[in-house]
């Protein structure tokens, strides 16, 4: 007798959903990501310092069986009139698949605290532990889990150089992200198209709070609102439901050059950024592993 396999399927494709609702990443590990890249000290495009962190990354990810490669390019130091060597670093999973989605964060941190209260507190040392490290941190610790999703398209890990080499009001910002996207624009592909992209960016406060971002909106509302449902789904109560800022971030150039749309999932409430005291001790690994938890059920559903 003759039996039909749509309860069957149905089974398989409840089955597989949940598999991916139950992959939690290592908050404890996602943290110690964070404050090893913090040790290093500021990590200002085209430093000692930011290559230290560009072999942490490439080690990393090489270990776990990604492709990695760089994109390199020449910008002018705002302040020596210098040549910068900038490196945005690519890291590639499921290399096979023709369509792709970017999960991406930039990695240099900013030169000086510039939000600082008193001015001689302007030129000192800036870590950027959530303002830069957080980001690397989740996607390190994203790397461990890639290879228990079955997503649809291929993932592209972007890390982006070059975000704020900024030291005077009039510097120019999103370097890495802009010279990505008018390579992507003026010589596209022709094994491979980004479909979508997610920005993560200051995902490690104590007191996370991410509503979604207006100009996300703006220029790519289906990834932003199937990101949001994603995390009610998974009741995960940081997402929140409504939008709040409009900031200017690394997703324009995606978005406006190009034309990927791509969400900046941000907490910009956070006291200490731009500030001396954005430090580990202020970041948190439940909170990125949080972001993580709804990023990677999300990447199994497209």
Same mark, same amino acid.
């Given at each position: 007798?003759?039996?039909?396999?749509?309860?069957?399927?149905?089974?398989?494709?409840?089955?597989?959903?949940?598999?991916? +609702?139950?992959? !939690?990443? &290592?908050?404890?590990?996602? =943290?110690?990501?964070?404050?090893?890249?913090? %040790?290093?000290?500021? #990590?200002?495009?085209?430093?000692?310092?930011?290559?230290?962190?560009?072999?942490?990354?490439?080690?990393?990810?090489?270990?776990?069986?990604?492709?990695?490669?760089?994109?390199?390019?020449?910008?002018?130091?705002?302040?020596?009139?210098?040549?910068?060597?900038?490196?945005?670093?690519?890291?590639?999973?499921?290399?096979?698949?023709?369509?792709?989605?970017?999960?991406?964060?930039?990695?240099?941190?900013?030169?000086?605290?510039?939000?600082?209260?008193?001015?001689?507190?302007?030129?000192?040392?800036?870590?950027?532990?959530?303002?830069?490290?957080?980001?690397?941190?989740?996607?390190?610790?994203?790397?461990?889990?890639?290879?228990?999703?079955?997503?649809?398209?291929?993932?592209?890990?972007?890390?982006?150089?070059? +975000?704020?080499? !900024?030291? &005077?009001?009039?510097?120019? =910002?999103?370097?890495?992200?802009?010279?990505? %996207?008018?390579?992507? #624009?003026?010589?596209?592909?022709?094994?491979?198209?980004?479909?979508?992209?997610?920005?993560?960016?200051?995902?490690?406060?104590?007191?996370?709070?991410?509503?979604?971002?207006?100009?996300?909106?703006?220029?790519?509302?289906?990834?932003?609102?199937?990101?949001?449902?994603?995390?009610?789904?998974?009741?995960?109560?940081?997402?929140?439901?409504?939008?709040?800022?409009?900031?200017?971030?690394?997703?324009?150039?995606?978005?406006?050059?190009?034309?990927?749309?791509?969400?900046?999932?941000?907490?910009?409430?956070?006291?200490?950024?731009?500030?001396?005291?954005?430090?580990?001790?202020?970041?948190?690994?439940?909170?990125?592993?949080?972001?993580?938890?709804?990023?990677?059920?999300?990447?199994?559903?497209?």
């Amino acid at each position: 007798m003759k039996r039909s396999l749509l309860p069957l399927l149905i089974l398989l494709a409840s089955t597989r959903t949940c598999l991916s +609702e139950n992959i !939690v990443p &290592d908050s404890a590990r996602a =943290y110690q990501y964070l404050k090893t890249v913090c %040790a290093i000290g500021p #990590r200002i495009s085209g430093t000692v310092g930011m290559q230290k962190q560009q072999e942490l990354i490439d080690t990393h990810f090489q270990k776990l069986g990604a492709e990695v490669r760089y994109q390199e390019f020449d910008v002018t130091h705002p302040k020596t009139g210098a040549p910068v060597r900038m490196k945005n670093m690519i890291i590639s999973w499921f290399p096979e698949k023709a369509k792709r989605i970017l999960i991406c964060c930039h990695y240099d941190t900013r030169p000086f605290p510039d939000r600082e209260t008193l001015p001689f507190n302007r030129v000192k040392a800036f870590i950027g532990a959530n303002d830069g490290a957080s980001g690397v941190a989740l996607l390190m610790e994203l790397g461990h889990h890639m290879n228990k999703i079955s997503p649809q398209l291929g993932v592209d890990f972007v890390f982006f150089d070059g +975000e704020e080499l !900024v030291y &005077d009001k009039g510097d120019k =910002y999103f370097l890495g992200s802009e010279h990505f %996207a008018r390579q992507y #624009r003026d010589h596209p592909p022709e094994s491979f198209q980004y479909v979508k992209g997610v920005l993560v960016d200051m995902i490690a406060d104590r007191n996370l709070k991410i509503y979604m971002e207006k100009n996300s909106l703006r220029y790519a509302s289906d990834v932003t609102r199937s990101i949001w449902a994603t995390a009610r789904k998974l009741r995960v109560k940081e997402f929140v439901n409504r939008s709040k800022h409009e900031i200017r971030d690394d997703h324009l150039p995606l978005n406006q050059i190009a034309k990927i749309p791509t969400c900046d999932i941000i907490d910009f409430d956070y006291p200490y950024w731009h500030k001396r005291n954005d430090l580990p001790a202020a970041c948190s690994g439940q909170s990125m592993a949080k972001v993580g938890r709804v990023l990677l059920a999300w990447l199994e559903e497209n």
